[in-house]
């Protein structure tokens, strides 16, 4: 635990970690300084002065609280008239040259100048003479839109792109109120990270490109999941909204705080696969290409099974820790070999050190724990005499070449449990669909060795049956996510310290000898 | 009532070259210099009195003890040649007239500080100075007084010239330092100070072209010889730069601590024949404006002018007679500040051109009273907020004359024209 020190808000004594400026350590305990242009991953710059705070007895007596370290003893003012006057001053410079048109803004309901208006300011605007007219929806590149008139030139995204993205494509032009944030002329937003500058902006200046006048903010539900993306599983809000007569449906995945993986960002690729969860996705069984009944399907399946002379379970990388137990057990039960063969989730060379990684699944550590096999040669063992293959949610097509798949095809019946409609789900002699990775829950286990449990976010009119429930249809032991937990624990020795109903919010690290000591 | 201790040589022909400067005392300094121990050098510039030139007023001495000891880092020098406070034209004198004399200081000074690095940052429009500096550098070095050996010591020095962009923000020492960074021109916050992190995060001590200039004579003649001129508060001499409705406006050189009213009479030569006096702005546009009452008491050193709730800045002094309007000249002021804000914080950023609309508003006839108000409010809330202090130098001055001369504003609201008449 980091060092405590003692010091006065408002008079009031509070006990907080020292180190950290005043912004982040007076607000561990709850207690609120508004800010435009600090942000804890990126310094503080400043600029905004909206956090000036009085320091009793200091010199000098007025600070910048996020630029200034909290020491013991210090008496910080909050409350009083001068700070409070302070930041109704501030607030009203800032919006005079605003266009205040929160009706159309796409960060209206998350705006920290609304927040700020309605909390610190609350004055009627005392502007009688024209404001400042700046250039609106500039394409930034990367799908990042902004809007230089709702700008506060915090600094936050110029600040990004050279401290974190290390690209600085962003630049604040120009002094005085003709200052604005633009790119370079011809060279726009080129980095796998831009759309954080979207979150990052304080206010509506950055907006994405896909996301814009989709939904107003207050309407969507702020779920908390895991970018199944890649190995690295961002921790993410997964905000969504269920419109009236319509059906649940992802709006944007957002950054969750996660220190030990994440921080405060993501990437944009894995912020895009929110549109795996809606679009292109398998809905209806079927059975020998035609539509069936979800009975139909898994009697079509369990009928495959038991008429088989070799079956070959096949499992995805980016399954739950749970559904591969739940799949193993039942490839235990019908006597089948297990494969997680799936070369072609592995994108060599993409990572980049930061957070996008060569593993496009979420889910590998899992194989190493369970002790499945994922390599080609044991897949192709697996596949030389079978005559049925049981994929669940693993895409073949992804792993195999046209001809390699054809070949395949030639001796084997491809049964494909799946959510989404891959590549596949047409080849397949029977495709049922099973919920997608926000309409399930589970815990997977990073590239870091991290383990971590993401919930039930998506609730869809017709909620599609959960990937273990079908693996118990087909004759699998497992009957529900709590009872492959607790085999879990018994067959996996990493897992046995570790409590699999209660991960805490930022995951549990299984060290690496855990990972290493592989099942038996 | 002039005198001659900076500008002993400004009226001597090609006293800007090193040959003639030499044959006047220029470089005459070093040796005693250089028999010197650095701690007492700046046990001297402290004993003389020397206050910052570039209008703060800080003692140059004790500025340079604020180095910290013991350090492993480069120490540099950067001399603020970014004169651009209007009304200030002192230091393109001693840049164009007698540049050697600079260089001798920049010596000085960079022995007593330990350092081997000087930077002077010159204005982007002075580009006659420029030259005229860069040449004279140039000789320095030819001569052995610059260079890996200055005067045959094993004692190494460079001068760097470093060239603004027109940025009046970059007067501002810590600006400056991120414009010879490479970077755009913006104040940063402090602490830390440039002392102990200034110029590449290493200590830098920043002075003004006059400070350092003033270095030669102190040196030579001793600390006494230096406040033998001046106040007790205030020694020495000072470059006045006497602009405005005078009859002979120009650059004198004056003791400090003399009756201001005394020297526009008779060093400027006084008003316009049958001109009346309506104000003095006493050093550079950013200090409050005096009235004419208050000018009879006002001398032109630190203490007098801060009693009267003005500051002695650069010694800009510009006399404003019956024809100047305040409104039109406040105008002017804030169109200035507003243009020249870095635009770094919210405050000065928008709130100087808001001023500026408002005021732009009361001449066109369209003001209230309650934009009076709002003007003097804003120059409140904008005050002191900020990382620097360009966005008061605009504010106090400002509020000077919404106080002062706040019947002609309501002038302008009242009738909806020029409260002037005609001239």
């Known amino acids: 635990m980091a060092e405590k020190v003692k010091l006065f808000v408002n008079g009031q004594e509070v006990e907080v970690e020292s180190g950290k400026n005043l912004i982040d350590a007076i607000g561990a305990v709850g207690i609120e300084i508004p800010h435009l242009c600090?942000?804890?991953a990126l310094g503080a710059d400043g600029n905004c002065r909206m956090c000036l705070v009085g320091i009793e007895d200091g010199r000098p007596p007025l600070v910048p609280a996020c630029k200034t370290r909290v020491a013991e003893g210090m008496k910080v003012q909050l409350d009083a008239d001068k700070i409070k006057k302070i930041q109704r001053d501030i607030m009203e410079l800032e919006l005079i040259n605003h266009p205040i048109d929160c009706p159309i803004c796409d960060q209206a309901g998350e705006c920290k100048l609304q927040d700020y208006?309605?909390?610190?300011?609350?004055q009627p605007s005392r502007m009688t003479v024209k404001p400042v007219l700046k250039a609106k929806k500039m394409d930034f590149g990367c799908g990042v839109v902004h809007d230089q008139e709702r700008c506060v030139l915090c600094a936050r995204c110029v600040r990004f792109t050279r401290l974190i993205t290390k690209t600085g494509e962003l630049g604040i032009v120009n002094r005085t109120d003709y200052a604005r944030v633009n790119i370079f002329p011809g060279r726009p937003l080129n980095n796998r990270y831009a759309l954080n500058v979207v979150d990052l902006c304080p206010v509506g200046a950055m907006t994405s490109r896909d996301f814009r006048f989709k939904q107003r903010s207050w309407f969507l539900t702020k779920s908390k999941g895991i970018c199944h993306g890649c190995s690295k599983g961002c921790n993410i809000f997964i905000d969504h909204n269920r419109e009236k007569y319509k059906d649940d449906i992802i709006y944007r995945f957002r950054p969750r705080l996660n220190a030990k993986v994440n921080g405060y960002f993501m990437c944009d690729e894995g912020r895009m696969t929110y549109k795996l969860e809606n679009d292109n996705r398998l809905t209806t069984p079927q059975v020998g290409g035609r539509d069936a009944s979800f009975n139909e399907a898994v009697e079509a399946i369990r009928r495959a099974v038991s008429q088989a002379k070799k079956t070959v379970v096949l499992v995805s990388p980016s399954a739950s820790m749970e559904q591969m137990f739940a799949v193993q057990q039942l490839a235990a039960a019908i006597d089948a070999p297990l494969t997680g063969y799936s070369d072609g989730y592995l994108k060599q060379g993409d990572g980049d050190g930061f957070l996008i990684q060569d593993d496009k699944s979420a889910n590998?550590?899992?194989?190493?724990l369970l002790g499945i096999d994922d390599s080609k040669a044991g897949f192709e063992a697996a596949v030389n005499d079978a005559d049925l293959v049981l994929s669940f949610q693993n895409d073949l097509s992804r792993s195999l070449g046209e001809t390699e798949m054809a070949q395949l095809l030639a001796?084997?019946?491809l049964m494909a449990i799946t959510s989404s409609l891959n590549g596949c789900v047409a080849k397949a002699a029977v495709a049922l669909p099973v919920a997608s990775s926000s309409e399930d829950s589970g815990s997977i286990?990073?590239?870091?060795?991290?383990?971590?449990?993401?919930?039930?976010?998506?609730?869809?009119?017709?909620?599609?049956?959960?990937?273990?429930?079908?693996?118990?249809?087909?004759?699998?032991e497992v009957k529900n996510v709590q009872e492959a937990r607790a085999g879990l624990q018994t067959a996996v020795a990493a897992l046995q310290d570790v409590d699999l109903e209660q991960i805490p919010a930022e995951g549990i690290a299984l060290t690496v000898n855990e990972v290493a000591h592989v099942a038996a | 009532m002039q005198v001659q201790v900076l500008s002993t040589r400004f009226d001597i022909p090609d006293a800007n070259k090193i040959e003639v400067a030499k044959q006047h005392g220029a470089y005459a300094t070093l040796d005693k210099v250089f028999a010197m121990q650095p701690e007492e050098i700046i046990e001297v510039v402290k004993a003389s009195g020397l206050r910052g030139r570039g209008g703060a007023g800080f003692p140059t001495g004790l500025k340079w003890s604020f180095l910290p000891k013991n350090i492993d880092k480069p120490v540099y020098l950067a001399v603020n040649s970014d004169e651009s406070e209007p009304a200030t034209f002192k230091d393109r004198y001693i840049l164009v007239r007698d540049p050697h004399m600079l260089i001798e200081g920049i010596i000085i000074c960079c022995y007593a500080i330990k350092s081997h690095a000087a930077y002077i940052y010159i204005r982007g429009e002075y580009t006659t100075q420029v030259k005229v500096l860069q040449a004279a550098i140039d000789e320095a070095y030819a001569a052995g007084y610059l260079g890996d050996s200055v005067a045959g010591r094993d004692y190494k020095l460079d001068v760097t010239v470093h060239r603004g962009a027109g940025a009046y923000v970059c007067g501002e020492e810590t600006a400056l330092l991120e414009s010879i960074e490479g970077r755009k021109g913006q104040p940063r916050s402090k602490p830390p100070f440039p002392a102990v992190e200034g110029l590449y995060g290493c200590p830098t001590i920043i002075n003004n072209v006059q400070s350092i200039g003033s270095?030669?004579?102190?040196?030579?003649?001793?600390?006494?010889?230096?406040?033998?001129?001046?106040?007790?508060?205030?020694?020495g001499t000072h470059?006045?730069?006497?602009?405005?409705?005078?009859?002979?406006?120009?650059?004198?050189?004056?003791p400090l601590g003399l009756p201001i009213l005394e020297v526009i009479e008779k060093v400027a030569g006084g008003l316009r024949d049958g001109r009346s006096l309506k104000g003095v702005i006493p050093g550079g546009s950013s200090t409050p404006v005096l009235t004419p009452e208050e000018a009879q008491t006002v001398t032109l050193d630190y203490e007098s002018m801060?009693?009267?709730?003005?500051?002695?800045?650069?010694?800009?002094i510009v006399v404003l007679d019956d024809t100047v309007d305040m409104v039109k000249l406040v105008e002017n002021l804030i169109y200035f500040y507003h243009h020249e804000s870095c635009g770094q914080c919210t405050p000065c950023r928008e709130g100087l051109g808001w001023m500026l609309k408002i005021v732009k508003k009361i001449i066109r006839g369209e003001g209230t009273t309650a934009d009076i108000d709002l003007l003097t409010e804003l120059c409140d809330n904008i005050e002191m907020k900020t990382v620097c202090v360009l966005s008061a130098a605009c504010t106090m001055s400002t509020r000077s004359y919404l106080n002062k001369f706040r019947h002609e504003f309501e002038a302008y609201v009242a009738g909806g024209a020029p409260a002037q008449a005609a001239m």
């Open chain 2, 239 to 254: 470059l006045f730069g006497i602009s405005g409705l005078v009859k002979k406006p120009g650059m004198y050189e004056l």
């Open chain 1, 411 to 413: 001796t084997v019946k």
């Open chain 1, 117 to 122: 208006y309605m909390k610190y300011d609350g």
């Open chain 1, 364 to 368: 590998r550590s899992s194989f190493a």
């Open chain 2, 215 to 235: 270095l030669p004579f102190i040196l030579a003649n001793g600390p006494e010889a230096y406040k033998a001129f001046g106040t007790e508060k205030s020694p």
């Open chain 2, 306 to 316: 801060a009693a009267h709730k003005t500051m002695f800045g650069s010694g800009g």
């Open chain 1, 445 to 476: 286990v990073n590239c870091d060795g991290l383990l971590q449990r993401y919930a039930v976010a998506v609730v869809k009119n017709q909620p599609a049956c959960d990937l273990i429930h079908v693996v118990h249809l087909l004759g699998g």
């Open chain 1, 38 to 40: 600090y942000h804890p």
